[in-house]
């Protein structure tokens, strides 16, 4: 009985030490909304839907004649589907020789790598969904001698013009282009006492109302993605413990979901550590065809969408020969 409770408190301590090491290790993922992957549970298809805000047409009214009757407009509505359709796991044997005479620390020496397994695998998939991003506008180059503070004003302009949320926009660069950026002298840094929150937002800095964000070696050295945090919606789950596991745990922590299980293997004498995770990566392209500036209307007056992302841009960055 010792020996089971023993196991018991050690899982939920192991998983403990998944999730924070997952929170300090991934910089992309967290650029990006997130949506609480229990709102699946029951949902159909598994994808859930978000509702954007109703729409309806303002117009202008003839001054002090009364010749025509005023245009009747109704409020409008369209949605975009978030889907969880993605299995993310790492499965490690440990043998009884491994139990007994190698492993002295079962979080250190088995966990932490599932953990940094899981995490680079989760960042790949959002770079690699950033990269496919549908966005409207894709000319956002850079050169190498353009001053970058100018440069990101005339981003912020693109970026107002198409209507994208203000609160919470990045410049993802790649290894190029951010260390092009980091040489304007416009660049505020955090200082020490932001320095962990900025941290966890994986930014260094901000110019022109963008948080600036190294995308690291994942994405392309010369690519620009300007971007609000809306322009992709990351779901996560952890899914649940079976019945017929040894024993194993879920928790929630800085926004990340998962599980960790524990069994034995009789065939070959040996533990499995299972680690794994439910996500899903959706673009959230929700910009209106409009015709002469009015949102235009399919048949049963709902509003016609582009299949466009206008909650970021992208471009290249082109260094000097």
Do not use: C
Not at 24 to 47: C, H, I, K, Q, S
Request: proline share 4%; net charge negative; no cysteine.
């Amino acid at each position: 009985m010792a020996q089971n409770q023993n196991i018991y408190l050690k899982a939920k301590k192991w998983v403990a030490a998944a999730v924070g090491a997952l929170e300090r290790d991934t910089v992309l993922p967290m650029a990006f909304a997130r949506y609480d992957g229990n709102g699946f549970v029951g949902a159909e298809n598994d994808t859930v839907t978000w509702k954007l805000p109703g729409l309806t047409t303002a117009r202008d009214y003839e001054f002090r004649t009364r010749n025509n009757p005023i245009v009747l407009d109704y409020i409008t509505r369209t949605s975009v589907s978030i889907q969880l359709n993605e299995h993310v796991y790492n499965a490690i044997p440990i043998t009884d020789e491994e139990n007994t005479l190698d492993v002295t620390s079962f979080a250190e020496e088995i966990v932490t790598p599932q953990v940094n397994a899981v995490a680079e695998r989760m960042e790949l998939k959002v770079a690699n969904k950033l990269a496919s991003l549908p966005f409207a506008r894709t000319d956002l180059n850079a050169a190498a001698a353009d001053d970058p503070f100018a440069y990101a004003l005339a981003v912020k302009g693109v970026l107002d013009r198409q209507g994208t949320p203000t609160q919470g926009r990045k410049l993802i660069l790649g290894t190029n282009a951010y260390a092009w950026m980091l040489q304007s002298e416009s660049l505020r840094q955090y200082d020490p006492s932001q320095a962990q929150t900025a941290y966890r937002r994986a930014t260094a800095g901000t110019i022109a109302g963008f948080d600036i964000v190294d995308g690291g070696a994942l994405i392309d050295a010369n690519a620009i993605y300007a971007v609000h945090s809306s322009a992709m919606v990351i779901a996560n789950l952890a899914p649940a413990v079976p019945q017929g596991a040894v024993w194993g745990a879920r928790r929630n922590y800085g926004g990340w979901s998962m599980r960790l299980m524990r069994d034995y293997d009789a065939q070959y004498l040996r533990d499995r550590s299972i680690l794994s995770t439910f996500a899903g990566l959706s673009s959230v392209n929700d910009e209106y065809e409009r015709e002469d500036g009015v949102i235009a209307l399919d048949e049963d007056g709902i509003p016609v969408l582009t299949g466009k992302n206008v909650r970021g841009a992208k471009g290249e960055f082109s260094p000097s020969p």
